[in-house]
């Protein structure tokens, strides 16, 4: 297993030798949030990470490479972030303000353009599955909360109690954000909502040459309200189009869906003739926030851009030419060398 | 007060004079919903609905005219049509397949790109007037359900019962729902959704060259799970941009989620240079299937585009230069004469 460094604004330099290149078989792009962890939690931090995106490369990379479909690979891929605990989605999910778990997916397919999702579900296992199920099974994009409960009754997913997903990592955040908010209780706009990186998500491109792209999130720690962030808004933190790209976003949700982020980087590509790491660049680096979060884009062609203005994302990407790699931070040394 | 006749993919010839003959000092355009009653209905229905869109136009008008923000121009306007019953938005909205309503809204600022929406809300007079206050007092964007209704416990909003929204005419839509759908049942997919046909929303431009958009609805007759169609999100049923244009969408809210209307308009006009009405119609007639539904666009220079694929479209124009537009179906003789 080879971990080539990859610097935070560049999908390496098989983005820049371009279509002429000819299209990889199968490409495949995944992340576990914007956002590091520190260098200071040590090495075994780390290699848990590295770990966990690597076997969730390793699944979707083999389900591409037997000739699986795209939709198939990232909800794959999803499935796994989401059952571990390292990432916010699914089990290891971030808390509510009143100590409970809310999570949000979304699948999109490129062919089709069909899409799912669901908001703020409390006891389903696996979020992305639901969304899918949406997707194929309903006339509908979007369910919330105890709607999308009642549907999950109906189609029988895995059901956990919330408190399944509890993790001690993600209660001492809370506490955390329970403290800073006492403390900017009168703030303008209300107590700063906390942290939301750990969001996964994957995009796929299969032989058929379709593309697909799933997000998956708890959202913000101390969230309230109902709150929805950019996950499960099509365009916003997930998109897929054939006829440019597969998106997938992590940060800043607020951000993500005023400037629709998904659907800019798709409409510079389509639109201005971008490629994929041009349109990711110019939106992450030229209209987001500094720090505001990243997105993982693969081209309809193939090309991988992986692009954050955060200290780090936890990514990774493989296609059918070889490349396998497997990054945390902004860092241009590959990874084995760090270690 | 004159009756214009709009043809269904026309701005009228104001728009084709294009930003050469100078921009108005302030524009709003309207609708009441893509569909139209029923030419059978007679007079009286199409003129009640011609009284409460010309009432809403005046209203939204002569606040611009005053020098009043764009942003409170669009909430005027949508206000009246949620009050008024014959809108599927506020008072009038559809009824969900149990029986209730759950109201979803938006608005967005171009100015700042400030947006916020609720979803499924039950007992706010005013959805459009709460999801300002997403965005004015909160750090989020879009809050849904249980949590929308808790936000507008804290902030005090104007409360009314569920059944304050019923109207004789939306239950009937219902009752026929409910017959459809027994006959139905077993189709894939599920029962067919009803008619949404009634959203309102509005699109301004005020004295100091800002744009802002709203958009309201009661959503699909028989809707189940929490279904959350395109009025709420951000760049499928609603955004406003100074950059490039306020737009308000209604229709086949998956479908109008799926594209990402309203963003791909933005984008059209931002990206390949089209006038509001190139954009619209290249989306609404080329994008979106027959009788998808239709929008408003006002651009930054104050053209207007009014497109539609349905047979008709409830809406109204008005802009500083002395348009006055207030039309129904898709026809080219003045409402005026079709009486």
New interface residues.
Partial sequence: MIFAGLCGCAGGGRDDAGPAAGRPGWAIALHGGAGVIERSEGDEARRAHVRSLDAALRAGSERLARGGSAMDAVEIVVRMLEDDPLFNAGRGAAFTADGRHELDACVMDGKT???GAV??VTTVKNPVSLARLVMQ????????????E??ADSVGVERVDNAWFDTEHRRRMLEDWRSKQRADALSP??P??GASFGTVGAVALDREGNLAAATSTGGLTGK?????GDTP????GT?ADNASCAVSCTGT??EF????VA??IS??IK??GRSPEQAAREVVMGTLRPDDGGVIVLGADGRIAMVFNTAGMFRAAADSTGRREVAIWNENEPLEAAR
């Avoid at 808004?233 to 916003?236: D, K, L, P, Q, S």
């Fill in positions: 353009l069909g899409c908001a703020g099974q309903t006339r509908h994009v979007l369910l919330a909360r105890d709607g999308a009642a549907f706009g209300g700063t909502p309230r309200f109902g709150r929805v808004i099509v365009g916003a998109l949700g607020e869906i005023r400037h629709g659907r800019d409409a510079r639109y201005l």
